[in-house]
């Protein structure tokens, strides 16, 4: 499901700043290259991280998901000069392209990557977080944000992608497990008196949190 037409759509990213040559080629190979290129998050979303990651000024970021790193660097552009990036994915196969990427970009030094299941990585890593962006399986979005929540610092920002589900989440006739466990994040993220939270409607779906 498409929430925007195609013509807002190039209107809307003819009218934003338009990706860096680095994000553009990671763009073009990973629709080229890459199983399931949805996974990307594009020139739009890019940008809304990049401006939202700017307005933050995060020292410590962590990505749950990599994938072919476009969020990643992405994010990067509004981190601190001596901030860090640490981003978690558990596609091995799929490292050895981002990790190309990520080594010609300005943020070489700045940005690891860890290959493991996220579920066991993030419970091992010992730094307060400034921006968190979840976007690994859906079924443990609830879980990624429990095992966060206490490592992000207050004023915080958490950052999940994908809650609208293509429209799944308000389409009753739809029950399958991933629309089931981003109905019950979105309803915990609205009722959590530890954050505030404001639902995005851009692309997929963008849920903010500010930790209070
Ligand atoms: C939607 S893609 C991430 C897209 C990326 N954030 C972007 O916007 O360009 C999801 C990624 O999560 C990874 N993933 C799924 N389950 C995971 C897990 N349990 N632990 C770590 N990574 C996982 C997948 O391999 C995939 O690369």
């Known amino acids: 499901m498409e929430f ?17 040559d680095l994000l553009q080629q990671i763009n073009r190979e990973t629709h080229l290259h890459v199983l399931k290129p949805r996974m990307l998050s594009g020139h739009l979303q890019g940008r809304v991280l990049s401006m ?11 990505e749950i998901g990599t994938y072919t790193g476009y969020a990643a660097l992405s994010m990067a552009e509004g981190m601190q000069s001596d901030g860090k990036l640490v981003t978690i994915d558990n596609n091995a196969e799929l490292s050895i392209r981002t990790k190309e990427y990520f080594s010609k970009s300005n943020y070489a030094n700045q940005l690891e990557m860890i290959l493991g299941n996220a579920l066991e990585v993030i419970p091992s890593l010992d730094k307060k977080w400034d921006l968190v962006f979840i976007d690994a399986d859906k079924e443990n979005y609830t879980n990624y944000f429990d095992l966060i929540i206490d490592q992000v610092n207050v004023g915080g920002f958490i950052i999940a992608d994908n809650v609208l589900w293509s429209g799944k989440v308000f389409d009753e006739t739809k029950s399958d497990k991933d629309t089931e466990a981003i109905r019950d994040f979105n309803h915990k993220m609205h009722t959590d008196s530890r954050i505030q939270n404001v639902l995005f409607p851009i692309r997929d779906g963008l849920m903010i949190l500010r930790k209070l």
């Open 4 to 20: 925007l037409t195609e013509d807002l759509q190039q209107y809307v990213e003819d009218h934003s700043e338009p990706e860096s």
């Open 52 to 62: 939202l990651s700017h307005m933050i000024k995060p020292k410590n970021i962590l």
